[in-house]
């Protein structure tokens, strides 16, 4: 967009056509005018490129199950199928600072370790006792259950059991990339060696306790002890969260934030993760901020309005409500959700806004 033109302001054509010429000269060069730009570059409010988008998960499966057919898990290094929002075209970007896929291990398969300075979240879309392993502890998997790879952290996936194991990816690609700060790594062999058994961490650190002498017995990063968040445990906490008798927000429903026990801030630096439970017939108000979201439906049918665009909800759908876009929900039957977005690294940066309309 061009200044905005006032009295005193406006060119006249000699002056426009020297500025033009002016332009043109100093392209070559790397310079351009702020005021050409200015009204594009430092926005009133969000105009985020992403697009409210809702992905079906049975047609992504379908897809997903056909790549299982034609290459392995550990020829891909990771099978994914990767969710790019429309509006942000070859980035692969569910929004501008996060990333979404859809990953499959079938039985007998392993995904071999690395590590990356990206954080990773895993969201347990189907099969139950695969496995993801972090700097060789393994998280036992099932069902909607919410498993944290933080970056720097040696991981690698498997799958014993005899059924297929698909889960939502959750990545911080983007952030790491604007900030231009990635390095990966591949381990020297398929898998970290096991370390302690399955459940250590939680054993120790998800029970809001932690060991007294945690400094001599620990083998997890002191700031970051616990990556396995299960269903069996945040469910139960949600229906009593809704059965406390407080009425449920009127925008949000009845909430509740993942935590790392040891600071009780949000899961990892980069991103937060959220559950909410809409009680049959309830409907939100309409609801904004700027941390671009990513839902999946757990349970329960209703609708979303993302700036007065409906969208049709039923279980394991996928959804991503861009930054600043309007959010109402209504829950046919009871619903509830599952969300991730970058509200964590927004807060550090000053940057977290939202607008209770
Ligand atoms: O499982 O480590 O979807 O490194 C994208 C990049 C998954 C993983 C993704 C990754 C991974």
């Given amino acids: ?19 033009q010429a002016l332009y043109g000269e100093m392209e070559p060069e790397g310079l351009f005018p702020l005021w050409e730009s200015l009204a594009d570059l430092v926005l009133p409010q969000p105009r985020s490129p992403a697009r409210p988008h809702k992905w079906d998960y049975a047609d992504a ?3 997903l199950m056909r790549a299982g057919d034609l290459i392995s898990a550990k020829q891909a290094e990771r099978r994914v199928l990767i969710l790019e929002n429309p509006g942000l075209s070859g980035l692969s970007s569910i929004t501008p600072s996060l990333y979404a896929g859809l990953q499959l291990i079938l039985p007998g398969e392993i995904a071999p370790a690395h590590k990356h300075t990206q954080c990773a979240l895993r969201f347990v879309m189907e099969g139950e006792g695969a496995f993801t392993a972090v700097d060789g502890e393994k998280a036992i998997m099932r069902p909607f259950d919410l498993v944290l790879t933080p970056g720097g952290q040696w ?3 498997g799958n014993p059991t005899d059924t297929p194991m698909i889960w ?19 381990y020297e062999a398929d898998q970290f060696p096991e370390q302690v058994p399955p459940g250590d961490s939680l054993n120790r650190y998800g029970r809001n306790m932690r060991p007294l002498k945690g400094a001599t017995a620990d083998r997890r990063p002191t700031h970051q002890p ?37 600071d009780g801030g949000p899961i990892m630096a980069t991103i937060s993760a959220h559950v909410r439970l809409l009680p049959a017939g309830f409907e939100t108000c309409a609801r904004r901020s700027t941390d671009g979201t990513v839902f999946v439906v757990v349970e329960g049918e209703g609708m979303a309005w993302i700036d007065a665009q409906p969208m049709a909800l039923k279980p394991r759908d996928i959804v991503v409500v861009p ?5 109402r929900l209504r829950a ?15 807060e550090k940066l000053n940057l977290y806004k939202e607008d209770n309309l």
Avoid at 7 to 15: H, K, R, V, Y
Avoid at 168 to 186: K, M, N, Q
Avoid at 332 to 346: E, H, P, R, T
Wanted: aromatic residues 10%; proline residues 7%; charged residues 20%.
């Fill in 323 to 327: 930054s600043w876009k309007a959010l």
């Fill in 155 to 157: 991981h690698d996936h």
């Fill in 61 to 63: 499966r379908a897809y």
């Fill in 168 to 186: 939502l990816d959750g990545l911080d690609i983007p952030t790491v990339r604007h900030f231009d700060a990635s390095f990966a790594e591949h």
């Fill in 332 to 346: 046919d039957n009871q619903i509830v959700l599952f969300g991730y977005s970058d509200k964590a690294c927004q």
């Fill in 226 to 262: 616990l990556f396995h968040y299960p269903y069996a445990e945040w469910r139960p906490a949600l229906d009593a969260l809704a059965a406390s008798g407080d009425a449920p927000d009127p925008h949000m429903g009845h909430a509740l934030e993942f935590l790392n026990p040891i």
């Fill in 1 to 19: 967009m061009a200044r905005s033109p006032s009295d005193e302001a406006a060119l006249s054509n000699d002056q426009a056509a020297q500025l």
